[in-house]
């Protein structure tokens, strides 16, 4: 089959549970699957001034804690600001939505909202103990939209497959023999065997 290159845009949508991490590389992907691209470059962008987005480490959960925990240290959220020249702290002027609005501007500005990364094999290039995380820098929870832009190669045989199986799966009805007094028609015994084949 006949490869070419394609953009593809996509924009997923996270709910946080407040500060901390959410993980996104399985949720990435499992959208890169359905794309039909095997190789190529994706790009994602966070779209908010108070969550960022890192890669860390995937296997010990204490290295989040961690990270976090050294966050909370350098960039209180507590209203107040750095010390002045006196020596003193006053509260942040922007701090609209309670005291944890302009900290995390600042967690964001310390961090990233954007990173590109590679495509092999339909999935993200990844170490083995790495992943791609949101990193939510606000107290409460919230939804959040992550921009991905990919540019590669699309299987145009992989793309028609995937096409196929999510028009099988849609239309995939495992009661319809029930209504039809028991007896498996022929369009029944294709789509079963079809919805079998695709969810291997």
Same mark, same amino acid.
């Given at each position: 089959?006949?490869?070419?290159?394609?953009?593809?845009?996509?924009?997923?949508?996270?709910?946080?549970?407040?500060?901390?991490?959410?993980?996104?590389?399985?949720?990435?992907?499992?959208?890169?699957?359905?794309?039909?691209?095997?190789?190529? /470059?994706?790009?994602?962008?966070?779209?908010?001034?108070?969550?960022?987005?890192?890669?860390?480490?995937?296997?010990?959960?204490?290295?989040?804690? %961690?990270?976090?925990?050294?966050?909370?240290?350098?960039?209180?959220?507590?209203?107040?600001?750095?010390?002045?020249? $006196?020596?003193?702290?006053?509260?942040?002027?922007?701090?609209?939505?309670?005291?944890?609005?302009?900290?995390?501007?600042?967690?964001?500005?310390?961090?990233?909202?954007?990173?590109?990364?590679?495509? /092999?094999?339909?999935?993200?290039?990844?170490?083995?103990?790495?992943?791609?995380?949101?990193?939510?820098?606000?107290?409460?929870?919230?939804?959040?939209?992550?921009?991905?832009?990919?540019?590669?190669?699309? %299987?145009?045989?992989?793309?028609?497959?995937?096409?196929?199986?999510?028009?099988?799966?849609?239309?995939?009805?495992?009661?319809?023999?029930?209504?039809?007094?028991?007896? %498996?028609? $022929?369009?029944?015994?294709? /789509?079963?065997?079809?919805?079998?084949?695709?969810?291997?």
């Amino acid at each position: 089959m006949a490869n070419s290159l394609h953009l593809i845009r996509h924009q997923l949508e996270i709910s946080t549970r407040g500060k901390g991490f959410t993980r996104l590389d399985t949720t990435i992907n499992r959208w890169l699957a359905g794309t039909g691209v095997k190789e190529g /470059v994706l790009h994602l962008t966070c779209l908010h001034t108070s969550a960022s987005l890192t890669i860390n480490e995937n296997a010990d959960p204490r290295v989040l804690e %961690d990270l976090q925990a050294w966050m909370d240290a350098v960039v209180p959220q507590d209203g107040q600001g750095p010390l002045n020249g $006196d020596g003193k702290r006053r509260r942040y002027r922007h701090d609209d939505e309670g005291d944890d609005d302009m900290p995390a501007h600042i967690r964001t500005a310390l961090t990233a909202q954007t990173m590109s990364l590679s495509v /092999v094999q339909g999935r993200l290039l990844l170490g083995m103990w790495q992943a791609v995380y949101l990193w939510e820098h606000r107290s409460a929870p919230h939804q959040r939209q992550i921009a991905c832009q990919l540019i590669g190669e699309q %299987d145009s045989g992989l793309l028609k497959a995937t096409q196929l199986n999510r028009e099988i799966q849609s239309r995939h009805d495992p009661e319809a023999w029930a209504r039809d007094g028991g007896v %498996d028609t $022929d369009v029944d015994l294709m /789509v079963d065997r079809l919805h079998d084949i695709t969810s291997d």
